[in-house]
């Protein structure tokens, strides 16, 4: 993760941008800022994005340092929210992706757990 803290020291200095303006910008500390750029904590991608957000370059350019990202192999076709659940209500999307952001935080074994709960609430 440290290559990530030494680019965006990069970026941010590139700009002329000291850590307390990312903070303002960013609403993150300028400590936390610090022991990010020095590979002393990990960000998460929500934060990745704020600091991408503060220092007005794509999330990608955190990643790599080239102008455009590389090419990725094709992929299996993905299916949307909508093709596998077929709701197309806006307000019914919005949360059914909210769902399946708030799922990708679980660790497996709390993803197990639920699983069993709903599984057991839908037997009965």
Known sequence: MFVIGERLRTLREARGLPQSEIERRTGLL????SRVE??????SIETLEKL?????????QLFY????PPELPLLADRKTVEDIVGVSAPEHLRFLNRMARLLDRLDQNDRRLLLHVAQRMADQ
Not at 54 to 60: Q, T
Not at 65 to 68: A, L
């Open 65 to 68: 340092d080239v102008e455009n």
């Open 30 to 33: 300028r400590c936390y800022v």
């Open 38 to 43: 020095n590979g002393h904590t990990v960000p």
């Open 52 to 60: 991408a957000r503060a220092l007005e370059v794509p999330l990608y």
